[in-house]
């Protein structure tokens, strides 16, 4: 079984993953690291977005120095998270010190910048398109940094990846297909 609800909290998915209640499913760069770092067998077998994350900030920010000392909303360890902290670090900004992350949801995000309640956030697609549509703007899509532009990646279980290895590269194909198609 591969998941992908879009109505299912990323944590479910997560967890049923790490359970073994699904084989496989896509994640956020980081959580499969973390993952595997714990023991769960799961491997990234594909990427899934590329660039879909970015700093929208207020209207007064037009640099990162802009940011030194301002609140940005963030979803603690979320892949949005840790590419925020080394675009800071990559601007020479101490994400711990120079900065105040604030956790926030990626639903409030827009809005509480707009509404000028924090500097910046870092968030992600969907989002980012709606807050530009209602006039925001972002700095940076947090690229460019050692980190990359990997958003998210097809992750299955090891265990799975060996049982029916061409079912799993029937979905990288089609997921490229896809991609192509869009």
């Known amino acids: ?3 992908y609800e879009p109505y299912v909290a990323l944590a479910e998915r997560l967890n049923a993953l790490a359970a073994g209640y699904i084989d496989g499913s896509p994640r956020g760069s980081t959580q499969p690291i973390i993952l595997r770092s714990k023991g769960v067998p799961i491997k990234i077998v594909c990427d899934v977005a590329h660039k879909g994350k970015g700093l929208m900030v207020a209207s007064s920010v037009h640099t990162f120095a802009d940011l030194r000392g301002k609140d940005i909303g963030t979803v603690r360890g979320a892949t949005t998270d840790i590419w925020l902290r080394q675009k800071l670090m990559y601007e020479g900004l101490d994400p ?9 949801d990626y639903l409030q995000m ?4 707009l509404a000028n309640r924090v500097a910046g956030a870092s968030g992600a697609e969907p989002q980012i398109a709606a807050f530009e549509t ?3 703007r ?4 947090l690229t460019e940094t050692k980190l990359g532009d990997i ?5 299955f279980l090891d265990g799975f990846i060996k049982k029916d290895r061409g079912l799993v ?3 990288v194909a089609g997921m490229a297909k896809a991609s192509q198609d869009i």
């Open 1 to 3: 079984v591969v998941a």
């Open 110 to 113: 827009g809005t509480a910048v």
């Open 151 to 155: 958003d998210a990646g097809m992750c």
């Open 96 to 104: 711990d010190r120079d900065v105040n992350l604030v956790n926030m």
């Open 134 to 136: 209602k006039g925001g």
């Open 138 to 141: 972002v700095l940076s899509y």
């Open 169 to 171: 590269k029937a979905v």
